[in-house]
């Protein structure tokens, strides 16, 4: 699309956005996607650091999507992982991830997020907004009851990130995850459906 003047093109929002927002939206992603995928995964190597592991390589990505994006994830009542890629809506660019995971039904109905940015969009607002629209995704299409995030006590910028979006700090898990090699200790922070609604009441 051509820009007008001094005026910058958007781009239309495609039909396979699940949740729009202001400047991001969220969409599955897909096949298409690993080449430029594992190459901002590659360069974002100085960010993700010893906070996560994304897919690097052509398998680990086909194994990502056919887990996070295949048939069973677009059922929303039985789907047990689903994954978001947050992408712009002036380019349709993606600039992080959200993965909603182990989602259980029944007496449970909550999930676990998990997420990362790409480089170079860390540190401009895109995973807060995309954040905020994953909530949306969750409590409003999902209709679950609870997410759950860990996050590493010592990643700052992702407790700035979940403090920002009024999830509450539940306690302290040691030795939780197994990342790069090691055991490590996280935070739990939650949202549930009763914080989710009354911030939509608050609005009104």
């Given amino acids: 699309m051509r820009s007008r003047g001094n ?4 781009m239309p929002v495609p039909k396979s956005a699940l949740v729009t927002g202001s400047r991001v939206y969220l969409r599955r992603p897909r096949l298409a996607d690993a080449s430029r995928f594992i190459a901002a995964v590659k360069d974002s190597a100085p960010l993700h650091r010893s906070w996560i592991e994304a897919p690097a390589t052509r398998s680990s990505f086909a194994a990502y999507v ?7 994830s677009r059922r929303a009542a039985s789907a047990t992982n689903i994954g978001l890629f947050v992408c712009r809506i002036e380019d349709g660019v993606p600039a992080g991830v959200f993965n909603v995971s182990e989602i259980v ?3 449970f109905n ?3 997020i998990g997420y990362y940015a790409l480089a170079p969009y860390a540190g401009h607002g895109y995973m807060a907004e995309g954040l905020k629209l994953t909530l949306q995704l969750a409590f409003d299409r999902l209709r679950l009851h609870r997410v759950e995030i860990n996050i590493q006590p010592t990643n700052e910028r992702s407790i700035s990130l979940v403090r920002g979006a009024g999830l509450t700090r539940e306690g302290y898990s040691r030795r939780y995850v197994k990342i790069a090699g090691r055991w490590r200790d996280h935070e739990r922070w939650s949202f549930l459906a009763e914080d989710w609604h009354a911030r939509r009441a608050r609005r009104r």
Wanted: no cysteine.
């Fill in 105 to 107: 039904r029944s007496a």
């Fill in 110 to 112: 909550s999930a676990y």
């Fill in 66 to 72: 056919r887990r996070y994006a295949g048939p069973a």
């Fill in 7 to 10: 005026i910058p093109a958007i």
